[in-house]
């Protein structure tokens, strides 16, 4: 009887959810490199390399700063959560491989997902080529984009019935012990 009460109200609890999107892209950071001078040893890319990793990492932090984000919610023309903590969360940022950023998020529309998270792009790839910059004012690095995807959030019912039947479980065996432990001291 437990199992189908839990299955029942997980059930309800996502029906009753208003429906989310989620969506994601991938920022790729690149630096641009000049053509050597003569003499110069390149070490097959190999400082590149190292410096798109360590600039990714740069990116990657910024993207977890609530500053960072309400920079991007301004950009979007979007009012931002005014909760530090939510600010900060707003994005899931993992760094894929070495010079690549996944940004993924959730949002209450579609359209909503898809402002935010170009205009995460917008503001990055500005930010990027602005800071770093030669003795002519030519950027260093840049950041390819990739296409913003974005789908509606749907949660897998075969994890929530596993879940569900867990939880269960639980219940009726605390409430076993329980009416076993009163039957006792009766």
Not at 110 to 121: D, N, P, T, V
Not at 176 to 185: D, G, M, Q, R
Request: glycine share 6%.
């Amino acid at each position: 009887m437990s199992v189908l009460v839990v299955i029942v109200a997980l059930i309800l609890v996502d029906k009753l959810q208003s429906q989310e999107y989620e969506g994601t892209t991938t920022l790729v950071v690149k630096q641009i490199v000049l053509p050597s001078t003569e003499g110069d040893y390149g070490y097959d890319g190999y400082y590149a390399v190292m410096a798109n990793q360590s600039f990714a990492d740069t990116i990657e932090g910024w993207l977890k700063s609530p500053e960072m984000v309400a920079e991007i919610y301004e950009q979007a023309k979007i009012d931002y959560p005014k909760n530090m903590s939510t600010l900060q969360a707003r994005f899931d940022v993992d760094k894929v491989v070495s010079q690549s950023i996944a940004m993924k998020m959730k949002a209450g529309s579609k359209e909503e997902a898809e402002l935010l998270l170009k205009s995460a792009q917008t503001v990055v790839k500005e930010r990027v080529e602005t800071m770093l910059v030669d003795k002519e004012g030519k950027p260093l690095f840049t950041v390819i984009n990739t296409p913003v995807l974005v789908l509606p959030y749907a949660i897998d019912y075969r994890v929530q019935f596993g879940v569900g039947i867990m939880g269960a479980l639980c219940v009726g065996v605390f409430l076993v012990y329980l009416l076993e432990a009163i039957a006792k001291e009766d």
